[in-house]
């Protein structure tokens, strides 16, 4: 009987097996200072003693990184693809910005160069002929919070080069993606306000945006309320597009449950909670906190949620997409790479 060839060991089990990230890992590989030369030389004696050999075209990409930063050239470009209907929504919301931050920085240190595009000033077919013209191979889609679906008029382009998602998984086509996790940060915001002594907090949601984010930023909320008597447990208000056409519909909420506080994730949410109406209905019976910040000064800032990671990981899963050869078997996954927020030390408020 032929012998079975000795299946490859992979970079995932090895994270797996030493309880780091395969980001983590790749780091070490790779030789980046973000790795410990100490946590580097324990993942390199593991992989070792385990037989891994590296991808020789992921060996070879890295060495042509090499010696494209030591000649000032870029490996490759990639394109950047803010796929917003708004053109200058990194400018209004600082979430996007801090994606593309990290986009730029991702591909600084892999040797890339951004192609920037506004979807919705390049039709299908003129987007593909620039693609194909600059031998761009791929890229990142930020800006698509929105909506489940990219345009399918840009079917072609998703399908014959390889993209990331940053930020949100998009549902129609199904890409990679990388996202902040929204379980925890719901989770941790909520434990906090009821550790400052709240006994009924909620959270005022869009559901859609909630539907986006596959039910994470609820569960994560949810969660937390288990830590409350059962009937301290106000449900989460999610008619946001009904109550901005009829207010009467948060006014009765708010009459029913009496939260003491109310939570809620998006700048457009917190923007109509901040209208001298509204906001005057919700303090009679809550305090607002806003999880998202407007600027660097102004929001709740008690978490990093580590947005321009996001980016930054975004650009190394592309670079594994576009180096690394897949099995049969991988082909048709779609995979997700979820970063953790960071508590800051001084809370605001807290």
Known sequence: MARKPKRRVTQTEIAGDLGVSKSTVSLAFSGSGKVSARLRRKILDYARKRGYKKDHLLSSAMSSI??????????????????????????????????????????RELGYGIYPVWLYENPPGRLRRILESRGIRGGIVVGHAGGKKLPPEYSEVWRNFKFVAAGTKTFS???????????????????????????RPSMIIDEHFDEIVEGRTIG????????????????????????????????DWLEKYKPDAVMCTSNSTSEWMSTPAVSSLISKYAV???????????????IDKNYELVGCFAVRKLFEILNTAKSPSMRKAVTATIVQPRWNRKLIGF
């Open 220 to 251: 994560g909320f949810l969660r937390a309320q288990l830590t409350l008597d059962e009937d301290c447990r106000v449900p989460p208000f999610f008619k946001v597009r009904q109550a901005k056409q009829n207010r009467k519909i948060l006014s």
């Open 66 to 107: 090499k010696r494209s930063r030591k000649s000032g050239d870029y490996l490759e470009t990639i394109v950047l693809i803010n796929a917003n209907a708004d053109r200058n929504v990194p400018e209004r919301y600082p979430i996007f910005s801090k994606y593309i931050e990290g986009v730029k920085t991702g591909a």
């Open 288 to 302: 607002q906190i806003n999880m998202e910040l407007k600027s660097a000064e102004n929001g709740w800032n008690a």
């Open 173 to 199: 086509p199904a890409i990679d993606f990388v996202s902040s996790d929204k379980f925890l940060i719901a989770q941790y915001v909520t434990n906090k306000i009821i550790k400052m002594g709240y006994r």
